[in-house]
Protein backbone atom coordinates (compact mmCIF):
# COMPACT_ATOMS: atom_id res chain seq x y z
CA UNK A 1 0.00 0.00 0.00
CA UNK A 2 0.65 3.87 -0.10
CA UNK A 3 3.91 5.01 1.96
CA UNK A 4 4.13 8.55 2.86
CA UNK A 5 7.72 8.68 4.97
CA UNK A 6 8.67 12.09 6.46
CA UNK A 7 11.88 13.21 8.10
CA UNK A 8 13.56 14.38 10.37
CA UNK A 9 11.59 12.35 13.35
CA UNK A 10 12.33 15.70 15.63
CA UNK A 11 13.96 18.13 15.57
CA UNK A 12 15.10 21.05 18.29
CA UNK A 13 15.74 24.29 17.51
CA UNK A 14 16.85 27.74 19.05
CA UNK A 15 14.46 30.34 18.50
CA UNK A 16 15.53 32.39 15.29
CA UNK A 17 16.51 28.74 13.59
CA UNK A 18 15.16 27.90 10.64
CA UNK A 19 13.61 24.41 10.21
CA UNK A 20 12.74 22.22 7.11
CA UNK A 21 10.73 18.97 7.35
CA UNK A 22 10.64 16.32 4.21
CA UNK A 23 7.80 14.05 3.10
CA UNK A 24 9.02 10.94 0.52
CA UNK A 25 5.33 9.03 -0.84
CA UNK A 26 5.67 5.75 -2.46
CA UNK A 27 3.32 6.63 -5.08
CA UNK A 28 2.73 9.73 -7.03
CA UNK A 29 0.05 11.94 -5.51
CA UNK A 30 -2.92 13.59 -6.93
CA UNK A 31 -2.32 16.14 -3.56
CA UNK A 32 -0.63 16.66 -0.55
CA UNK A 33 -1.47 18.62 2.88
CA UNK A 34 0.47 20.02 5.81
CA UNK A 35 -1.17 19.85 9.49
CA UNK A 36 -0.34 21.14 12.56
CA UNK A 37 -0.79 19.18 16.22
CA UNK A 38 0.37 21.36 19.12
CA UNK A 39 1.08 19.27 22.18
CA UNK A 40 -2.07 18.07 23.56
CA UNK A 41 -3.92 19.35 20.43
CA UNK A 42 -5.69 18.40 17.28
CA UNK A 43 -3.78 18.41 13.98
CA UNK A 44 -5.12 21.67 12.52
CA UNK A 45 -4.80 21.94 8.80
CA UNK A 46 -2.04 24.02 7.37
CA UNK A 47 -2.31 24.08 3.29
CA UNK A 48 -2.92 21.88 0.68
CA UNK A 49 -0.60 21.40 -2.64
CA UNK A 50 -1.79 20.46 -5.78
CA UNK A 51 -0.01 21.27 -8.71
CA UNK A 52 3.75 19.99 -9.73
CA UNK A 53 6.27 22.27 -8.71
CA UNK A 54 4.15 24.02 -6.89
CA UNK A 55 5.38 26.70 -4.10
CA UNK A 56 3.01 28.06 -1.33
CA UNK A 57 4.04 30.42 1.36
CA UNK A 58 2.32 31.58 4.62
CA UNK A 59 4.44 34.07 6.61
CA UNK A 60 7.27 32.73 7.78
CA UNK A 61 6.12 29.28 6.20
CA UNK A 62 7.07 27.82 2.52
CA UNK A 63 5.64 24.29 1.58
CA UNK A 64 7.14 23.19 -1.88
CA UNK A 65 5.58 19.64 -4.03
CA UNK A 66 8.13 18.26 -5.80
CA UNK A 67 8.13 18.36 -9.72
CA UNK A 68 7.29 14.31 -9.74
CA UNK A 69 4.19 15.10 -6.82
CA UNK A 70 5.86 12.46 -5.07
CA UNK A 71 7.51 14.45 -2.26
CA UNK A 72 7.32 17.50 -0.26
CA UNK A 73 8.77 19.78 1.92
CA UNK A 74 7.90 22.28 4.59
CA UNK A 75 10.03 25.11 5.65
CA UNK A 76 10.22 27.64 9.04
CA UNK A 77 11.79 30.53 8.59
CA UNK A 78 13.50 31.99 12.04
CA UNK A 79 11.44 29.71 14.04
CA UNK A 80 9.29 31.15 17.15
CA UNK A 81 8.21 29.31 20.74
CA UNK A 82 4.71 29.39 18.86
CA UNK A 83 5.98 27.21 16.39
CA UNK A 84 5.94 23.95 18.80
CA UNK A 85 4.48 21.32 17.43
CA UNK A 86 4.62 17.73 15.61
CA UNK A 87 4.00 18.52 11.85
CA UNK A 88 1.95 16.38 9.51
CA UNK A 89 2.16 16.03 6.21
CA UNK A 90 -0.56 13.70 4.37
CA UNK A 91 -0.84 12.69 0.77
CA UNK A 92 -4.10 11.44 -1.05
CA UNK A 93 -4.09 9.15 -4.25
CA UNK A 94 -6.36 8.65 -7.13
CA UNK A 95 -9.07 11.09 -8.20
CA UNK A 96 -13.08 11.17 -8.27
CA UNK A 97 -14.55 10.72 -4.72
CA UNK A 98 -11.38 9.16 -3.00
CA UNK A 99 -11.08 11.76 0.30
CA UNK A 100 -8.58 9.23 2.15
CA UNK A 101 -5.21 10.54 3.38
CA UNK A 102 -2.55 8.71 3.99
CA UNK A 103 -0.05 10.69 7.45
CA UNK A 104 3.61 10.73 7.36
CA UNK A 105 4.74 9.65 10.97
CA UNK A 106 5.03 13.64 11.46
CA UNK A 107 8.35 15.72 12.81
CA UNK A 108 8.19 17.14 16.39
CA UNK A 109 9.38 20.66 16.42
CA UNK A 110 10.71 21.96 19.66
CA UNK A 111 11.80 25.61 20.36
CA UNK A 112 14.41 26.64 22.54
CA UNK A 113 13.76 30.45 23.52
CA UNK B 1 -14.33 24.92 7.74
CA UNK B 2 -16.35 23.37 10.51
CA UNK B 3 -16.78 23.13 14.41
CA UNK B 4 -16.69 19.62 15.49
CA UNK B 5 -17.31 18.34 19.17
CA UNK B 6 -16.32 14.81 20.73
CA UNK B 7 -17.80 13.15 23.48
CA UNK B 8 -16.32 12.27 25.81
CA UNK B 9 -13.66 13.94 25.56
CA UNK B 10 -12.12 11.58 28.02
CA UNK B 11 -12.18 8.30 30.01
CA UNK B 12 -10.62 5.50 32.03
CA UNK B 13 -12.35 2.10 31.06
CA UNK B 14 -12.15 -1.20 32.39
CA UNK B 15 -10.89 -4.28 30.09
CA UNK B 16 -13.67 -6.41 28.68
CA UNK B 17 -16.20 -3.67 28.42
CA UNK B 18 -17.20 -0.91 25.62
CA UNK B 19 -16.88 2.70 24.71
CA UNK B 20 -18.87 4.67 22.44
CA UNK B 21 -17.74 8.27 21.00
CA UNK B 22 -19.41 10.25 19.43
CA UNK B 23 -18.52 12.84 17.07
CA UNK B 24 -20.87 15.96 16.24
CA UNK B 25 -20.73 18.82 13.32
CA UNK B 26 -21.99 22.00 12.65
CA UNK B 27 -22.80 21.47 9.43
CA UNK B 28 -23.37 18.78 7.05
CA UNK B 29 -20.40 17.00 5.81
CA UNK B 30 -19.56 15.45 3.10
CA UNK B 31 -17.33 12.75 4.43
CA UNK B 32 -16.65 11.73 8.10
CA UNK B 33 -13.45 9.45 9.25
CA UNK B 34 -12.85 7.94 12.49
CA UNK B 35 -8.45 8.13 13.45
CA UNK B 36 -6.83 6.31 15.99
CA UNK B 37 -3.10 8.23 17.20
CA UNK B 38 -1.27 6.90 19.98
CA UNK B 39 0.56 8.90 21.81
CA UNK B 40 4.06 10.39 20.14
CA UNK B 41 2.20 8.56 16.97
CA UNK B 42 1.38 9.26 13.47
CA UNK B 43 -2.54 8.82 12.76
CA UNK B 44 -4.23 5.80 11.75
CA UNK B 45 -7.09 5.70 9.91
CA UNK B 46 -10.10 3.21 10.84
CA UNK B 47 -12.68 3.71 8.96
CA UNK B 48 -14.83 6.00 6.81
CA UNK B 49 -18.30 6.81 8.19
CA UNK B 50 -20.47 6.12 5.57
CA UNK B 51 -24.17 8.26 6.45
CA UNK B 52 -27.33 5.09 5.77
CA UNK B 53 -24.85 2.52 4.71
CA UNK B 54 -21.97 0.13 6.67
CA UNK B 55 -18.33 2.12 7.45
CA UNK B 56 -15.45 1.36 5.11
CA UNK B 57 -13.06 -0.41 7.48
CA UNK B 58 -9.29 -0.46 6.70
CA UNK B 59 -6.83 -3.06 6.74
CA UNK B 60 -6.69 -4.11 10.65
CA UNK B 61 -9.96 -2.69 11.26
CA UNK B 62 -13.34 -4.92 11.68
CA UNK B 63 -16.88 -4.02 12.54
CA UNK B 64 -16.95 -6.51 15.32
CA UNK B 65 -14.43 -4.79 16.89
CA UNK B 66 -15.22 -0.91 16.18
CA UNK B 67 -18.73 -0.70 15.04
CA UNK B 68 -19.58 2.65 13.31
CA UNK B 69 -22.65 4.52 12.46
CA UNK B 70 -23.46 7.70 10.96
CA UNK B 71 -27.32 8.29 10.88
CA UNK B 72 -26.99 11.75 9.41
CA UNK B 73 -25.00 14.33 7.16
CA UNK B 74 -23.54 15.62 11.11
CA UNK B 75 -23.27 13.07 13.61
CA UNK B 76 -21.74 9.77 14.15
CA UNK B 77 -20.33 7.31 16.40
CA UNK B 78 -17.78 4.86 17.12
CA UNK B 79 -17.80 2.38 19.46
CA UNK B 80 -14.17 0.50 20.67
CA UNK B 81 -15.61 -3.53 21.85
CA UNK B 82 -14.56 -5.42 24.08
CA UNK B 83 -11.46 -3.46 25.27
CA UNK B 84 -8.40 -4.71 26.30
CA UNK B 85 -5.19 -2.52 27.81
CA UNK B 86 -3.69 -2.25 23.31
CA UNK B 87 -7.05 -0.20 22.37
CA UNK B 88 -5.78 3.33 25.32
CA UNK B 89 -5.18 5.30 22.15
CA UNK B 90 -6.70 9.11 21.12
CA UNK B 91 -9.68 8.55 18.79
CA UNK B 92 -10.10 11.12 16.37
CA UNK B 93 -12.96 12.16 14.06
CA UNK B 94 -12.54 14.25 10.95
CA UNK B 95 -14.42 15.55 8.52
CA UNK B 96 -14.70 17.27 4.75
CA UNK B 97 -16.66 19.58 4.52
CA UNK B 98 -19.04 19.29 1.30
CA UNK B 99 -19.35 21.76 -1.36
CA UNK B 100 -15.36 21.11 -2.28
CA UNK B 101 -14.20 19.86 -5.41
CA UNK B 102 -12.55 16.40 -5.53
CA UNK B 103 -9.15 18.58 -5.06
CA UNK B 104 -10.20 19.94 -1.99
CA UNK B 105 -10.15 17.79 0.63
CA UNK B 106 -8.78 19.14 3.42
CA UNK B 107 -9.55 17.44 6.74
CA UNK B 108 -10.78 18.88 10.09
CA UNK B 109 -10.47 17.40 13.25
CA UNK B 110 -12.47 16.90 15.90
CA UNK B 111 -10.45 17.75 19.49
CA UNK B 112 -10.49 13.82 20.17
CA UNK B 113 -11.01 11.48 23.18
CA UNK B 114 -8.18 10.18 24.98
CA UNK B 115 -8.89 6.46 25.91
CA UNK B 116 -7.28 4.66 28.82
CA UNK B 117 -7.92 0.89 29.10
CA UNK B 118 -7.13 -0.81 32.50
Known amino acids: GQQVMQIPQYQHVQEGEDFTTYCNSS?????IQWYKQRPGGHPVFLIQ?????EVKKQKRLTFQFGEAKKNSSLHITATQTTDVGTYFC?????????????FGKGTLLTVNP | SAVISQKPSRDICQRGTSLTIQCQVD?????MFWYRQQPGQSLTLIAT?????????ESGFVIDKFPISRPNLTFSTLTVSNMSPEDSSIYLC???????????????FGPGTRLTVT
Open chain 2, 94 to 108: SVVPSGGTHQAVEQY
Open chain 1, 27 to 31: TTLSN
Open chain 1, 49 to 53: LVKSG
Open chain 1, 90 to 102: AGKTGGGSNYKLT
Open chain 2, 27 to 31: SQVTM
Open chain 2, 49 to 57: ANQGSEATY
